[in-house]
């Protein structure tokens, strides 16, 4: 028999290859969810339990705090005088070692004036480690727990949770509650929060009312920040001309850390995961500070270190839906070719209020002149996962694109929450869970392989690999 040359190897591989992607599916999936009108819980619900006692810390959140995860910042609010912004905490449960003391701030908006507003930082922790933490003075004190991240390397399995445009409503509460039942460590949030700004007078009280809801969520694990268009809340017609004024003042990021010049992008290091935080709603073109700080970004990624690539933002690149089509595009134009060239594995977004995952496509090579404007297969590309279905006020958007366009794999309006579980340096299954009555459904999952790891395209790998 005569052995097979280079050449004849290389063609059977593509071929097989090509096989491999004409069986891979599109799929639109076609559950019909109950029908319920999206309304926000009201003021007095359970669901923003106003904890006991005069002054008492509320609205409590934790986010990583440096670039490396030894530090965590701790956020709250007291809502009748400043109280004290020291944090007391230490590895054993009411036995405190540590103090820290940290900022207040309040902010007022429109008729509206904050509660004094609290972040501390926590710093020179150990990796891996279960930390008790106090708030408060006298009798109204409230002790919470976080576990640090482990230390960063190339085979460190972590599980992220992703939610992205929960907002308050009924089903909102039911996409918290079913995530507090993973085994979620850390969630990547990727924008649109409270919806305050759909009230009259953009109502802060709903932030109030928000922060409530997530504390029993984000006062035990970090919530990666992502800034959204409801967080801009700017209103020249009732003076309000400047943007992102609550957010900034409630949501702190370690955004210094990594070099950025604001929290609107920023990026972290968390186990065997990089992950760079973009602004949708900042400026982004050339030579603009987002633009020249990605561009440097890039160059500080180690993927021996973290071979896990996850860029956040909130509108999304790829988006099949009506609502938003397109609005990505920008965005895409400047910034799909980085992604492909650095092997990004995975772009997660909100802003569409359902679920839709990609298969790995891109259109680098379309410019002005050349008309090369259908995306097409490329295996270096990442895989884009809209989950900006979290359930708020302003309900699911239902309307798709038809046909199902080449780079859609699966998309579904309805309400759920993402898992990403990262096996080791090689390996991660990302699973999406629909929100159902009273428990949440894996609608879809992928195990994907990672991108710095898959030097040569094999045939047994799919589309989504």
């Not at 002790?143 to 230390?151: G, V």
């Not at 500080?300 to 089509?325: D, Q």
Request: glycine content about 6%; hydrophobic content about 35%.
């Amino acid at each position: 028999m005569e052995p097979i040359n280079q050449h004849s190897l290389l063609v059977f591989v593509l071929v097989g290859f090509s096989f491999c992607i004409l069986v891979e599916a599109r799929i639109t999936s076609r559950y019909v969810r109950r029908v319920n009108d999206n309304v926000d819980m009201p003021m007095d619900s359970g669901a923003f339990y106003v904890p006991p006692g005069y002054n008492a810390p509320q609205q409590v959140h934790i986010t990583q705090g440096d670039y490396e995860g030894t530090a965590v910042i701790v956020s709250w609010i007291t809502p009748s005088e400043p109280g004290t912004s020291i944090v007391l905490y230490g590895p054993e449960e009411s036995k405190y070692t540590y103090a820290a003391s940290g900022i207040m701030t309040k902010y007022k908006y429109y008729n509206y004036t904050s509660g004094f507003i609290h972040h501390c930082t926590l710093r020179n922790l150990e990796f891996d480690t279960k930390y008790f933490y106090k708030l408060g003075i006298g009798s109204t004190t409230r002790e919470f727990h976080f576990t640090t991240s482990p230390a960063v390397g190339p085979n460190v399995p972590y599980t992220f949770g992703i939610i992205g445009d929960l907002g308050q409503t009924y089903d909102s509460n039911k996409t918290l509650q079913h995530y507090l039942k993973t085994n979620g460590q850390t969630l990547l949030y990727v924008g649109d929060l409270s919806y305050a700004d759909d009230y009259p007078f953009h109502d802060n009280r709903r932030w109030d009312t928000w922060g409530r809801l997530i504390e029993k969520s984000a006062a035990y694990q970090p919530w990666i920040w992502t800034a959204g268009n409801h967080e801009i809340d700017l209103d020249p017609e009732i003076g309000e001309p400047y943007p992102f004024i609550p957010y900034s003042h409630r949501y702190h990021v370690p955004y210094q850390s990594s070099g950025s010049t604001t929290p609107f992008w920023y990026s972290i290091k968390r186990a065997s995961a990089y992950i760079i935080v973009l602004a949708s709603y900042s400026a982004f073109g050339v030579y603009t500070p987002q633009y020249e700080w990605l561009n440097l970004e890039f160059t500080k990624v180690n993927r021996t270190e973290t071979p896990w690539l996850i860029v956040l933002m909130h509108a999304p690149l790829y988006n099949s839906y009506y609502n938003g089509y397109m609005e990505g595009e920008p965005m895409r134009v400047q910034f799909e070719s980085w992604f492909v060239k650095n092997k990004v594995d995975i772009v997660f977004a909100g802003h569409i209020h359902a679920y839709e995952r990609s298969y790995r496509y891109s259109n680098v090579a379309y410019n002005i002149t050349n008309g090369k404007c259908t995306p097409i297969f490329n295996p270096a590309a990442p895989v884009y996962l809209t989950v900006g279905d979290g359930g708020n006020i302003e309900g699911l958007s239902t309307n798709f694109t038809e046909p199902q366009p080449s780079y859609s794999a699966f998309r579904e309006a309805s309400f759920g929450h993402g898992i990403l579980e990262i096996k080791n340096r090689t390996h991660a299954c990302f699973c999406w869970h629909r929100n159902e009555d009273s428990y949440a459904v894996v609608a879809d999952s992928k195990w994907l392989y990672n991108r710095a790891r898959r030097l040569m395209v094999e045939c047994h790998v799919s589309l989504a690999d």
